[in-house]
């Protein structure tokens, strides 16, 4: 069973900053990519940035060069930090484990983002 928990998120104003973390279970973490996804209401989720086993990273082009995806395979955790926030932005962020596809079934509770202009 994957297990992975979201944490993080909260008001903040625009402009502002915050750093999502993703503790997860039930795999070897180290060797699958993971991704970070947002759900806005009303829409489907999005994917916003993935990152490899080697670390290679990819990002949606609305976040480019605001978000910064990372992992830390000692800690199980993938991290999503987030600069200069635009109301845009507000979303349900979920963690997701981009290897297989049973892996890809698995999702967390998510983390609320909410920006205020």
């Known amino acids: 069973q994957v297990h992975l928990v979201e944490s993080g998120g909260g008001l903040v104003q625009a402009g502002g900053s915050l750093r999502l973390s993703c503790v997860v279970s039930g795999i070897t973490f180290s060797i699958n990519p993971m991704g970070w996804y947002r759900q806005a209401p009303g829409k489907e989720r999005e994917l916003v940035a993935r990152?490899?086993?080697?670390?290679?990273?990819n990002y949606e082009d609305s976040v480019k060069g605001r978000f910064t995806i990372s992992r830390d395979n000692t800690k199980n955790t993938v991290y999503l930090q987030m600069n200069s926030l635009k109301p845009e932005d507000t979303a349900v962020y979920y963690c997701?484990?981009?290897?297989?596809?049973?892996?890809?079934?698995?999702w967390g509770q998510g983390t609320q983002v909410t920006v205020a202009s």
């Open positions: 990152i490899t086993s080697d670390h290679n990273t």
């Open positions: 997701n484990v981009m290897g297989t596809s049973f892996y890809r079934s698995f």
